[in-house]
């Protein structure tokens, strides 16, 4: 089967939400996921031969989508379901590592400033004191997305969810100690081929012609 994991679009900025942040898009985060929705859905039209390897005759294979519970990626997988006539299934094993933290500032707003935010989630992704937990949402990814994989054979799934989920699940594919080493563009896609056999090929990462522009 064709797995595709997306992450989600640009989320609104949340100094302090009083308690588990949840934002949904911004109105560029919603323009991403308008474009990544016309990229999988209508680029190729639904008359087009089946996807080698995923037996669907839907454009790129996708014939299911999933989503985190979290309102970034639902709002993200929301049009894409809706030009393919789908409905969103949802995870809560798709969940983003942070999600309790009380505040969301995007990646580029916060990454090398003094905000202490910044520090906070240094230490949460990368310090030997929070190595456990890591290791437990890896693996709680992991679960998710092989169900997922599990549930969907000879098919393509668009799996909408956040940075740090796509990095566990492919550090696990790649065999890797570090849960986190690359950064997934808003609504950039990766690609992996998970074969019956249980090997699992990661073909791209990070793909994101929709967004280019002129």
């Given at each position: ?14 100094d ?8 949904g898009?911004a109105?560029?985060g ?12 209508g ?21 299911a ?13 929301a ?8 409905s969103v299934?949802v995870?809560?094993g798709?969940?983003e590592?942070?999600?309790h ?14 905000d202490?935010?910044w520090?906070e989630?240094v230490?949460?992704?990368t310090s030997?004191?929070t ?18 994989i599990?549930?969907h054979?000879?098919?393509?799934v668009?799996v909408?969810?956040?940075g740090?989920?796509i990095n566990?699940?492919l ?5 890797m ?9 808003y ?5 992996v081929?998970?074969s019956?056999s249980g ?7 990070n ?8």
């Amino acid at each position: 089967m064709l797995l595709l994991l997306v992450r989600h679009g640009l989320p609104e900025r949340v100094d302090d939400a009083g308690g588990p942040a949840d934002p949904g898009l911004a109105g560029p985060g919603r323009a991403q996921a308008d474009a990544l929705a016309a990229f999988l859905a209508g680029a190729v039209g639904r008359d087009a031969p089946r996807s080698a390897g995923t037996g669907s005759a839907r454009p790129f294979g996708v014939d299911a989508v999933c989503s985190s519970p979290m309102r970034r990626a639902r709002e993200t997988a929301a049009p894409l379901a809706a030009q393919l006539g789908l409905s969103v299934s949802v995870d809560d094993g798709l969940a983003e590592f942070d999600r309790h933290l009380h505040h969301y500032v995007p990646m580029e707003e916060i990454r090398g400033t003094d905000d202490p935010r910044w520090a906070e989630l240094v230490e949460e992704w990368t310090s030997t004191e929070t190595e456990a937990q890591r290791r437990a949402f890896r693996s709680t990814v992991v679960v998710a997305i092989e169900g997922i994989i599990a549930g969907h054979p000879s098919q393509g799934v668009a799996v909408v969810c956040h940075g740090g989920v796509i990095n566990a699940y492919l550090s696990h594919v790649l065999g890797m100690e570090a849960t986190l080493f690359f950064e997934p563009a808003y609504t950039s896609v990766s690609r992996v081929l998970a074969s019956r056999s249980g090997v699992r090929q990661l073909v791209s990462a990070n793909e994101t012609p929709h967004l280019l522009t002129g």
